[in-house]
């Protein structure tokens, strides 16, 4: 997880996305955790830029490969229409 100053990078504008519910709490959880240590800090996220890892499990060799989120998304769209 990265925490930028938006004084010090320029960001895009955060994207309206819904979350799965587990995810929603995740956030709220690190939310409360942020603000206890950082009170008066606002924490905008911006989902457009996250990473994920993907792991292989097709060769004797197991890959941990970081994407951008919406590369994870894509494969599992592609995964559900080659079954």
Known sequence: ???LNSN???F???LNIILPNKLQLIFKNFN????HFYN????????????GELQT???DKIYTLQ????TIFY????KIFDM
């Open 40 to 51: 008066g800090r606002k924490l905008i996220w911006l989902h457009q830029h996250s990473k």
């Open 57 to 59: 499990f097709f060769t």
């Open 12 to 14: 895009s504008i955060p």
């Open 8 to 10: 010090a990078w320029l």
């Open 1 to 3: 997880m990265l925490i």
């Open 32 to 35: 409360q955790f942020y603000n």
């Open 75 to 78: 494969s599992f769209v592609l």
């Open 67 to 70: 994407v951008r989120i919406y």
